[in-house]
């Protein structure tokens, strides 16, 4: 069993910074892809970024340049720093993992890009 808890959330303004950290309940963060997902009101949830166990990084492209997916295997963390937030950015942020045939996803953190 993987328990993953996201913390980091809030509101900022366009333009802003925000970094998301989800912490592992064992240490899976070094073996398995982990991967940041969110979910806008009224949309599908979609990939935002992941990085793989070699520390090879993906981002969805409206994300390319301004988000950055990175890992602390000492913690057992993966953290998604997002600079240059837009409006579109606002929704509530997943991380998730897949070890053997089993999902895991955390409990989301909402955030909002807002004036």
């Known amino acids: 069993q993987v328990q993953l808890v996201e913390s980091g959330g809030g509101l900022v303004q366009p333009g802003g910074s925000l970094r998301l950290s989800c912490a592992a309940s064992?240490?899976?963060?070094?073996?398995?892809?982990m991967d940041w997902y969110r979910q806008a009101p009224g949309k599908q949830r979609e990939l935002v970024a992941y990085i793989d166990s070699s520390g090879k990084t993906t981002y969805t492209d409206s994300v390319k340049g301004r988000f950055t997916i990175s890992r602390d295997n000492a913690k057992n963390t993966v953290s998604l720093q997002m600079n240059s937030l837009k409006p579109e950015d606002t929704a509530v942020y997943y991380c998730?993992?897949?070890?053997?045939?089993?999902?895991?996803w955390g409990q989301g953190t909402q955030v909002t890009v807002s004036s």
């Open positions: 064992r240490n899976i963060i070094s073996n398995y892809v």
């Open positions: 998730h993992t897949s070890v053997g045939f089993n999902d895991y």
